[in-house]
């Protein structure tokens, strides 16, 4: 008797399994779209089911157009002028201007990258550089993407997927093009 029970047992285990498997399936399939998009030199972003979070991520958008969010790499230097002010100067991926920079000097390259509803260019950025400025051991780089940081939020994260492949691909030229 008590080994009928347990394979019982197990035959209702296995059961809950399946049913538990397929009721996963559905949700996640039918409330939830799966999407792949790629973006030339940068690379792809997608989302597939481990991707996707019912509790963290349940909601997943593709980002905006790159010339909608205008993503800019801006350096920061001081004013000649004056001494406690700020310049802001953006540099693009074109291997003669990112020789320019010196990255290749015996500066550390610094990134420093805004978060939601913030820009490039003020809040913590500009107080961070100001005190790093003064040390003049680093190239501080400001990464802008103030155009794809704004609300909603669930559309501001997708967003921060392309700026993240974007700070990937200046980072790469950056590597190749100034001997970093």
């Not at 498997?21 to 597939?48: A, K, P, R, W």
């Not at 230097?77 to 004056?82: L, S, V």
């Not at 000097?105 to 500009?126: A, E, V």
């Amino acid at each position: 008797m008590s080994n009928l029970l347990v394979i019982n047992f197990e035959i209702i285990l296995i059961i809950l399994k399946v049913i538990i498997n397929i009721l996963g399936q559905d949700t996640v399939t039918s409330n939830y779209e799966f999407f792949n998009e790629c973006y030339g030199e940068l690379g792809c972003i997608s989302t597939d089911i481990k991707w996707y979070n019912e509790t963290y991520r349940p909601v997943n958008l593709k980002p905006l157009e790159r010339q909608k969010i205008k993503t800019e790499f801006l350096v920061i230097n001081r004013n000649a002028n004056n001494q406690s002010e700020l310049t802001y100067s953006t540099v693009t991926n074109e291997p003669q201007f990112l020789k320019t920079v010196c990255f290749g000097s015996h500066k550390k390259l610094l990134l420093l990258i805004h978060d939601f509803t913030s820009n490039g260019y003020t809040g913590w950025i500009k107080h961070i550089a100001q005190k790093l400025i003064c040390d003049n051991s680093y190239i501080i780089i400001s990464v802008d993407w103030q155009n794809g940081a704004d609300p909603p939020l669930d559309q501001a994260v997708a967003n921060a997927r392309l700026v993240a492949l974007e700070i990937n691909y200046f980072l790469k030229n950056v590597q190749v093009y100034s001997f970093v």
